[in-house]
């Protein structure tokens, strides 16, 4: 929260012209977004250079944008997200067959955080394997909301659904997860149960 305040004030400072503030939310928020944009793409470079994009952008703008920002991160992750979509149209290999969207991939973020409480390597693997059942809808519903720790509102935004919606994905997503492990743990019952009859 504290560097959310941070970055809108040196947002305010940036649209006032203090270009010492503008390179500082490149070095606050540049590797989150390389990050974020990473899950939908491994080239790293068309990434930066959306990145790069983003920023001439927001500089050749800034005397229209508004002072106060909420969540200044959020908002260049939308920057950056149409960006990348508006360089993947060139390309049908980032997209779903059946939704025509862009994939979002939490392939190593997400696991990281649920794997590295876990030690034990069958653990882990019955992790990666709830995480491959979910959709990538609803892996990036994941990150946002647990990852990134962003509101609903926030999520909305960036996945373009109203707050309803979001709320309604999360908990199914999450929901989903919760079935698969209670499907596990079913099946552990059973052996058990053959193993020792």
């Known amino acids: 929260m504290e560097e959310q305040v941070n970055i809108s004030n040196l947002w305010r400072r940036f649209v006032e012209g203090d270009d010492y503030a503008y390179a500082q939310i490149y070095d606050l928020c540049g590797d989150d977004m390389l990050v974020y944009g990473l899950h939908f793409t491994s080239d790293r470079e068309l990434v930066k250079d959306c990145m790069q994009d983003v920023f001439v952008d ?47 991939h939490t392939e190593y973020t997400v696991e990281d955080l649920f794997i590295r409480s876990e030690t034990n390597r069958h653990q882990r693997a019955k992790i ?62 059973l052996l058990v149960q053959l193993f020792w009859s």
């Open 58 to 104: 927001l500089y050749k703008r800034r005397r229209k944008l508004e002072k106060e920002m909420d969540n200044v991160k959020c908002y260049l992750f939308i920057a950056l997200k149409n960006k990348l979509f508006d360089a993947f149209k060139k390309s049908v290999e980032f997209y779903q067959i059946e939704t025509l969207e862009p994939v979002f």
């Open 128 to 189: 990666k394997e709830i995480l491959q059942r979910l959709t990538p809808r609803q892996h990036e519903v994941i990150y946002y909301r647990y990852v990134e720790e962003m509101s609903y509102e926030e999520i909305g935004k960036l996945m373009q659904m109203n707050v309803q919606s979001v709320r309604n994905l999360l908990s199914r997503s999450i929901q989903r997860a919760r079935d698969f492990v209670s499907e596990y743990v079913f099946s552990l019952i």
